[in-house]
């Protein structure tokens, strides 16, 4: 029976420059922090990142990791504007492809699909379509009318946070949204999920624990445990996210030399140093689930 | 002038958005829409639906703010990706509140400049407003009405299609594409029903002039000729909304 | 509030002859029978099917109320040849579009979505594609391929049967199977739905029975109260299919007259007599799940 | 003569068909597949996933018949629908009964007789055939093996798509279109291992010879030079199979 352990170092050793990364997760909700972290101390570089963003974007961002981004928003929800994700495009220094929530969705299910496209009316009569000329319009066989080929997204890796796995890789997310994790999971060649919980193989084995489970362990490529890495975003129901250690962040994007500082003190210093200067484990326990 | 505070004014007047709407997912970002939808949902089109801004479909609007020990009457899983089911099939009504907005009612989230790759100001995204627009009914809620918001020529990106036949697609009309129901301002309310669905003004709040409105307008708006007042809420509404916003956030929305 | 409470007689009174109705199911299990009963009482004539197909498609059939079918099997699982469907196959009594059950999946979700076709793979290379003409092949603007263009199979009625509903059309599925039920639904200008039990609105207010509810209120138009409405398919996990119930039916399909004498035994008589003769509800109740 | 019953040594060998899979869904229909698949899952390749049939992935394979206190060992939920997620992602073996099967590889489930409109004996339909076969790996198990099944020309409705280049789409190839690996049946094991993809004799089960076998078959089979015999089961498999099918329903598959 396959054992798919591993540590956040064997994770990044995976990923190569100019890979096409998916993060799974929904702005400021269920990151896989820790793993983007891990990313952000290798010297891994150049790469296209598909998310519906949060701080890991601006993070790979503030660090120089990201050539290309195809998103439809980055926020912190609670703070709307991600300061380094609008950093680096105020700079101009990342290429972007600004697509729709939704047409998002299409181009990840089109690659888990191995469809080359999905045709959508999403995105006519918008800039989605002048700002990609690589978005072609296509006549249908069974009507007059042009339609949008969203094409597929395929991913080289998805990262995902979920809130209990087992060694196998049967992975379960217990909080009330799993957002679009499956679709990243099934449109990336390889799939490497951080879990606050590390349980035996018997675990899912109730109906109500195994509908909890939204892909097969054939999808998932290694199991990485780490309680607590979604931190600073959440993972409900286990922990809300850290307005605060959010606010720090936001607010060092003002300072010179603003990111280095953050990096230095939150990153560079390693996962362990990480989680004893956000209070550790019990104080990430201890964030509220925030309020819609 | 009115003893209506304006906010519980605009919200009262957008809760009639949804009248007609029969069954659909009503869905207000910022707390000023998603008041005005509550307030539908409890009084003026009991069929709606709504979710509790997270997860769930909910048989009762959720209050805004804290929630002590209210507890969620769920009745549908709705997760990001049901939520697209919805939307696809278009049975919502959105109310969202854009940066800019143009005279074909085309609207802006995403970034603000003449420089797409480095934009003056990045903010969200087009988010989810490409796929809304084309999709479904969407109202607009604009807490600051000026010329900034409201822009001559273009929004800078265009995230949601508005009525411009210039953008229009082969085969596709513009009924077809666009939705565009009411605009909420602090100064009145609009909708799209002047000649070649122009911006048209359908009531001011209580001490706004017609000059104002067309003053803090980058366009020409169309101005039919008898425009009324914007309607006091009623008792019953402002009743409801104290209980819909047991906290009273939204006395600091207008900048107060 | 909507209610939307309505009997057997006045769902089948808004369907209209030259219809395409969709059922929801698969084979023998979770079928809409009463609700298709009804549909034999009536004079509805010329409808198109779609279907995952069981006794519902062969006795429609047999009623010859089907003028197209399209479908990927009709089966009755434990018996594999439906007989009624059979017959009318070999009398070339119907018209037929056979496709993949996955390309059916396709062809509900692109009507959902509201667009004209979604490209697959599926069905190169058979005769899926010879035996029906009107499958067009396309070019994809993103690679050098053809593609299948599965196109949509908007419905105008759908019909399913689920364990619980309120009356306002909120519907819980709660076998450990929705099979394609909510693409159905979504597919359907109007969905009737009878349900075994109707339930208050609160019914669904935990997390584990608002899971189970599968497409929103919006999309149901009408619900009838039907304890027992899917015998004798099953309806898991309140009661299994029934094989005795079945074996009559396919027995009465090698005797001349056989669909007559079934229909004035089982069907003229009304829902009321149809379940005394079958045993009541204590004898579906006590009907064993089947072990697969 | 061997004592080992045919049934069980075509279980036995069929159970290495998902031998160098590594972690796919093992789907067999019908009783020896779904123990061929069992005893793969318990023994051959541990990381094999599979369903309990119905609407779950389940972490040992369900004993076939009835079950008695057999509690299922769940890890996923796995109705139809989350099926086509696997299928189409392409990470399935499916072994698979047809009726028909031509030189090609082509299979048939859907109906028998010249004209499609009113077919001789119509069966069940294409079911998943078209979309299996172009997404995943298959194999077939075939107890009768006759020129009825392994038919001269095309089977009458090609459901499942072989290596048949007449009937290649532009722009793919047979072997991005077509992946079947082995076929199981009451006197031999085949491959399309032969030149251009010709059924090719694999192994014969034991008191079989090589001109039974093409006699048997409607078409040209190669035959290499040394063929083997299909292998004995071991003690360790027949314990399984004990276990797996405990009422010993496969006693009568083949028509004892």
Known sequence: MANKLMNPQQVVASIQDGMTVGIGGWGPRRKPMALVRELLRSPVKDLTVVAYGG????????????????????????????????????????????IDEGQMVLGLKAAGMRVPFIPTRIGLGTDVLTRNPQLRLIDSPYDNKQWVAMPALPLDVALVHV?????????????????????FVRAAKQTYVSCDELVEDAAFASENDARLVFWERSETTGVVHLSGGAHPSS????????????????????????????????????????????GGMEAIKRLPLPVF | MSDIALVDRIICAAAQAWKDDGEVLATGIGLVPRLAASVCMKSVNTDLLMTDSEAWLVREPVPVGPRGDYQLQR??????????????????????????????????ISMVGGDYDRPKAMMLGVRGFPGNSI???NSFFIPNHSRKVFVDGEVDMVASVGYNPARLARGWTLEETTDI?????????????????????VSLHPGVTVEQVQEATGFDIHVPANVGATPDPTPEQLALLAQLDPHNLRATVLGA
Not at chain 1, 71 to 83: C, N, Q, R, S, Y
Not at chain 1, 239 to 267: I, L, M, N, P, R
Not at chain 2, 92 to 103: F, W
């Open chain 2, 75 to 108: 009745e549908t899983w709705m997760g990001f990706s049901r939520i697209f089911d919805n939307v696809w099939g278009g049975k919502r009504h959105a109310m969202v509140g854009p940066v800019q907005v143009d005279r074909f009612g085309q609207a802006n």
């Open chain 1, 235 to 278: 993972c409900a129901p286990l922990y809300g996210f850290d307005t605060k250690h959010f606010k720090e962040y936001v607010a060092s994007a003002k300072e010179d030399g603003g990111w280095d500082a953050y990096f230095a003190k939150y990153v560079q210093c390693g996962e362990q140093d990480y989680q004893r200067q956000v």
């Open chain 2, 135 to 137: 999709n479904h009914a």
């Open chain 1, 163 to 183: 809130n209990r796995a087992d060694a196998r890789g049967v992975c379960q997310i217990s909080g009330p949204d799993h957002y679009l994790d499956d679709l």
């Open chain 1, 55 to 98: 701080a890991d974007v601006g993070m790979l961002c503030a660090a120089g990791k990201v050539k290309k981004l195809i998103f439809a928003f980055v926020t912190l929800d609670f703070i709307p504007l991600e300061p380094y994700f609008r950093k680096a495009r105020q700079e101009g220094a990342i290429e972007v492809m600004e």
């Open chain 2, 181 to 201: 129901r009411f605009i909420y301002t602090n100064l009145c309310v609009l909708d799209f029903g002047g000649p070649d669905h122009q911006m048209r003004l």
